[in-house]
């Protein structure tokens, strides 16, 4: 008779062989790694590596106290070029972990789907769903017609991932694929070569950037992307929803955005001539890709007219090519591509001065506009339709036509992005200049509304000719007559967005629109038939930001001529919400908690503006790559958004090095991608449209106002918390590392106000403390439950409630656990470490300490599980693998930050200690995937 642990042993062992092709793609890329670092850095550093390895993981994994030791002492010992060398291979482990586990995640996809088990996220889990509860094809067809979506890349100061290490892990993770499909031994062989070729190629390239990171590189590094994943993927992506809803014309609602090149708020780099660049550099992806794909497409379509006809406009498209060669008089098709892809290389060199690589015949007649070339190839398919070959357009075709709706000539839409007092100070130099007002900021709100709406109803210009401006605020105008150009120049969906950092006030935003009207973007005088370019969009930040948005909407929509403008340009409202701002300001539950208030304000605002006439929200969401910048998986923070917020519409940041880890991989991406879709469509047509229960709203405010304190009390009233920061965590060394155009203090001091919140994030989740991510929610909650038995046990119980019936609850309780799981605050004492003044390192590290400690047991007592990640035993499970070979890394930073800021300026030891600290960061950032 079996004994009751027999099933629990073979779900055990059932899980163990589920991943078992995990634990042997890790092995075989670590023996690779192994050899390789024997091979070219000789038996001795390979043992010594080793030896580390197994000392950690003792230390780690069976609370081996003398191995710790042994292990601190080794470290410590190390020589720097001994510590550089280790630090290279714990990083490397780290990145070919990284991408085992992508590798298995779309390998057990494709088990799941076989075996015809649908996985939340995905678009067949999200359309069998919404049949479930009855929602009909064109109702789901119906939303996207309406519908945009658009994962807006942006270029932050963390992004730690050179090109040529993007490349070469690409190539690992095909090699990876390729060694699944592989049937015999001669291939497994043959793909373990290609691997380790692939691996010396890691070892051998520079992992650092040896001069700081530029715009144009920044620009380059997303365009990447786009050649390995979203060109192809996005037409996949809509292939698989059209064989979903048979029948119906989708159009083209999921667009990618950018920002690298056009976001000028805090990095003086970018002005109209990054702008130009990004525009011309995106353009030429976009055509390349197409005049690639028109020549295999010729190729492919070698039909003849002596076997099969062809339609009348077909006939005629091929009779207007300029190729004449007698070989192909036949092949119809042929002759119309080669003729199409003359103007397209026309085009290529009309918009970007750029040659195409292959001529048939010479480039003439450029297309105008995408919808030119969409007119060519619809004439293509429609004559295969229509003679028996429509075999051969699904293959190709489509997705070349589904490309060139998406893409344009154009790419992605380039967002426009300056803070507002930025905006003031132009205008405060041009006012002055045409002696309208001598010192404009110094009015209060209602006198600048009053003279900006006097201005945008004045047909005049403000610019006074042969007048002398700062080099300021000509660079400044530059730019937005630099968009004017652009959008004459690729198109209407080129240049979409103006946004606002900072929007205080509804003058910031008039301010724009005065500035739009002196550059040509906003033509005509308000309340007279003035239409917009672009849409003005403000950027709401802080918590103070966030609690006055709608009031601060409400009035611009109630100045004269406001509503008539956006009616006439575009019907549009965008609205960004910042979450790394707001989180520095507040912490992570008030920031989560007034940015939930703020979007159903705003959707209120709008459902009374839509009395008047149509007009369409779209909330911008400026999500961070960490959950203490409104981070953590997307699929779960889009159901978690408040009812009626999400409607079809959404818009998020990608951020720094979640674009690597998210898009690098083509398989990957697309289901990035796809969650997207999916959430959005379950989000708008699944959700419930009524509020969460008025207790909840009231148990969350409470909740909010109690964590606020605790978390300002810690961080902005402690004194010497600043000085701590400084000196407990790598955010010197992160300033110095070249891997970002931007800086990373807005101002030169050490005020935690004037740091920006991505390198905030980014320096606590190296140190392990993470505090960004969970700060303030301990103390919340302990003050939310009180003291008397009673009333902690009712109060414990409507938490309980909240965390079962409510999204925005558990999705932040769910991220709040993954943070948790992720800090260890032991290695973080190691940190505490470089504090000169020990006794203000032991005081606060103490209420550190104190604080993860409540929330710890905050969490635990809601959920019910002492353990973290409980209900996620996969990413447990990663972590559990991963925190050996992170720990060195740790510990080695530490070690050389302190040999670092206590060595000369010219010792010549400086350059390679420096180098061993921004190698760790490199590593640390990998392995734990969300750093910010």
Request: aromatic fraction near 6%; charged fraction near 25%; include cysteine.
């Amino acid at each position: 008779m079996p004994s009751r642990a027999a099933p629990a042993r073979q779900e055990i062992d059932k899980k163990a062989d589920k991943n078992e092709p995990l634990v042997a793609d890790i092995r075989l890329l670590g023996r690779i790694l192994g050899d390789v670092i024997r091979e070219q850095e000789g038996r001795e550093a390979y043992e010594l590596v080793e030896r580390i390895r197994q000392l950690s993981v003792a230390y780690r994994h069976k609370h081996d106290k003398e191995a710790g030791k042994r292990f601190d002492k080794l470290l410590k010992s190390l020589s720097g070029e001994q510590a550089v060398s280790v630090i290279r291979a714990f990083s490397y482990f780290s990145h070919l972990a990284n991408i085992a586990e992508d590798r298995h995640h779309i390998r057990r996809r494709d088990v799941h789907e076989r075996a015809g088990s649908l996985q939340p996220g995905s678009l067949a889990y999200c359309l069998e769903h919404l049949h479930e509860a009855g929602i009909r094809p064109t109702e789901i067809a119906e939303v996207l017609k309406r519908g945009f979506i658009s994962p807006v890349l942006t270029a932050h100061p963390t992004e730690v991932q050179r090109k040529s290490i993007l490349d070469a892990e690409r190539a690992v993770a095909g090699l990876l694929e390729a060694r699944d499909r592989a049937g015999t031994e001669r291939e497994l062989r043959d793909t373990e070569g290609l691997l380790r070729a692939r691996i010396t190629q890691l070892w051998q390239t520079r992992m650092l950037r040896y001069s700081k990171l530029t715009v144009a590189d920044e620009i380059e590094n997303a365009l990447s992307y786009y050649q390995s994943t979203f060109l192809r993927q996005i037409p996949k992506l809509y292939a698989e929803l059209e064989e979903h809803l048979p029948g119906e014309q989708l159009p083209s609602f999921l667009r990618m955005g950018n920002w690298i090149g056009g976001d000028r708020d805090g990095n003086p780099n970018v002005g109209a001539v990054t702008l130009k660049r990004a525009m011309q550099r995106q353009s030429e992806v976009a055509l390349r890709h197409y005049l690639t794909e028109l020549h295999e497409l010729g190729a492919e379509l070698s039909i003849s007219l002596h076997l099969t006809g062809v339609s009348a406009d077909m006939q005629k498209l091929a009779e207007r090519s300029p190729d004449q060669n007698v070989h192909r008089m036949d092949e119809p098709y042929r002759r119309a591509l080669t003729g199409m892809y003359a103007r397209l290389a026309a085009t290529l060199h009309a918009l970007t001065g750029t040659e195409a690589l292959r001529h048939a015949v010479a480039p003439q007649d450029p297309y105008r506009t995408p919808d030119e070339l969409l007119a060519d190839l619809r004439i293509i398919e429609a004559s295969l339709k229509s003679h028996h070959a429509e075999a051969l357009i699904a293959p190709r075709l489509s997705p070349l036509v589904r490309a060139v709706q998406v893409f344009g000539f154009h790419l992605a839409t380039l967002d426009l992005r300056q803070s507002s007092d930025q905006h003031e100070l132009v205008l405060a130099e041009l006012l002055a200049t045409a002696r309208i007002e001598a010192d404009y900021p110094a009015l209060d709100e209602a006198a600048k509304r009053e003279l900006l709406l006097k201005l945008l109803n004045d047909a005049r210009p403000l610019r006074v000719i042969g007048a002398s401006y700062t080099d300021k605020t000509l660079f400044e105008l530059a730019t937005f007559e630099a968009a004017r150009e652009a959008l004459a120049r690729f198109g209407r969906e080129a240049l979409r967005h103006y946004i606002i950092s900072h929007t205080e006030s509804v003058s910031d935003l008039l301010e724009v629109a005065l500035l739009l009207k002196e550059t040509g973007l906003l033509r005509g005088v308000l309340t007279e038939y003035a239409v917009s370019d672009l849409i003005i969009v403000p950027l709401f930040e802080t918590i103070g930001d966030l609690r006055v948005a709608p009031d601060i909407m409400r009035e611009f929509y109630a100045l004269p001529g406001v509503r008539g403008l956006v009616d006439r340009s575009s019907g549009e409202q965008d609205i960004m919400l910042g979450y790394s701002d707001s989180n520095k300001d507040g912490g992570m539950f008030t920031s989560s908690w007034e940015l939930y208030r703020a979007e159903i304000a705003l959707v209120e605002l709008f459902d009374e503006l839509k009395r008047v006439g149509p007009i369409t929200l779209r909330l911008f969401h400026g999500r961070g790559g960490t959950v203490g910048r409104g981070g953590g998986p997307s699929y779960q923070a889009i159901l978690a958004q408040p009812p009626g917020t999400v409607n079809g519409q959404i818009r998020l940041t990608e951020q720094g090095e979640v674009i690597a880890s998210k898009y690098a991989h083509p398989e990957i991406g697309r289901r990035n991608l796809e969650t997207l879709v999916a959430a959005t469509l379950e989000a708008t047509l699944l959700h419930p449209t009524q509020s969460a229960p008025k207790g909840f709203l009231q148990a969350a405010q409470a909740l909010s106002d109690a964590s606020f304190d605790a978390y300002r009390g810690l961080v902005y009233d402690t004194p010497g918390f600043a000085d701590y920061f400084f000196a407990s965590t790598p955010i010197r060394e992160i300033a110095e590392l070249n891997i970002g155009s931007r800086p990373a203090s807005r101002k030169a001091t050490r005020a935690i106000e004037d740091l920006r919140a991505i390198p905030w994030g980014f320096s606590w989740g190296q140190a392990r403390v993470a505090l960004p991510g969970w700060c303030g929610f301990g103390s919340g909650v302990e003050a939310f439950l009180g003291e008397e038995p009673a009333q902690r046990a009712k109060n414990l119980a409507l938490l309980k409630r909240m965390l079962k019936g409510w999204p925005f609850f558990r999705a932040l309780l769910s991220n709040l656990d993954m943070v948790l799981a992720k800090t260890d605050l032991a290695l973080a004492e190691r940190y505490v470490e470089l504090v000169e003044d020990k006794k203000l390192g032991k005081r606060i590290f103490t209420a550190i300490r104190a604080e993860f400690d409540l929330t710890q047991a905050a969490l635990s007592l809601i959920t019910g599980d002492d353990k973290r990640l409980a209900a996620n035993p996969s990413l447990a499970r990663s972590i559990e693998h991963r925190f050996p070979y992170i720990d060195p890394l740790n510990h080695l930073q530490v070690e050389l930050m302190r040999r670092y800021r206590r060595t000369q300026a010219d010792d010549p030891a400086m350059e390679r200690v420096q180098r061993g600290i921004h190698l760790s960061i490199n590593g640390i950032a990998a392995g734990l995937r969300n750093t910010g």
